[in-house]
């Protein structure tokens, strides 16, 4: 579902040239979760961001459901970036919209009738458990809540992937979990892929399938998670 071949960023740092990704290969299978491990400053944010083109890759290639991600521009990125949803550690709600407006605002972009955008938004709020909260503001919900907003706004557009950009990392444990549970049930559900980046080995331990481990911009183990990780 997505394949990184030899994929290498150079950021520009004034007069310095920062090698973010060194050299990255993946393979991410159709209806996985996968996680990507790694410490701060290991590439892992410029992993995810060149899935859906947010960075452009200095070299190598991108294939997401087929399509050749790095050769998209315009229209064509739009569309395929429609494909892809994107959860991140900061929620990005737009604060002076209601949860019914968050969510609605990328059906709105992409053009659905008032009356389709109430229907799918009626679904997805009931996806992620959020009934009864549909006239709150962000500022009126928790960080649980919060999150499941994002990923119901992730979801809009029928994603067949789902990045999740450190989404349970400013959240507490027990959240943590629920949050987890309800992307487990997503990927069982719907057979959603999800490519997801931490920090946390406990994040990996609890919903991924396989794993890459990320430092200083290579990949330096990767495998399931269940042959990783030692059984008693
Ligand atoms: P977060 O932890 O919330 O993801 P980051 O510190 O990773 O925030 O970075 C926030 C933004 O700044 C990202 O878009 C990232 O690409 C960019 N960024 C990160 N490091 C640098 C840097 N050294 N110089 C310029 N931009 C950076
Ligand atoms: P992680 O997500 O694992 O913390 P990042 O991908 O954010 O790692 O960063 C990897 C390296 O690239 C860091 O050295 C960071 O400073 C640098 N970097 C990230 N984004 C930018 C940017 N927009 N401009 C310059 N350097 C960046």
Redo the contacts with the bound molecule.
Sequence with gaps: MIAFTDVRKVYN?GSQKVVALDGVSLLVKPGEIFGVLGQSGAGK?TLIRCVNQLEKPTSGSVVVDGQEMTKLSGDKLRQARQRIGMIF??FNLLSCRTVVENIAFPLEVMGYSRLKRRAKVEELISLVGLTGKADAYPAQLSGGQKQRVGIARALAGEPKVLLSDEATSALDPQTTRSILDLLRDLNKRMGLTILLITHEMAVVKQICDSVAVLNAGKIVEKGYVSDLIAKP
């Design positions: 740092q944010s550690q900061h």
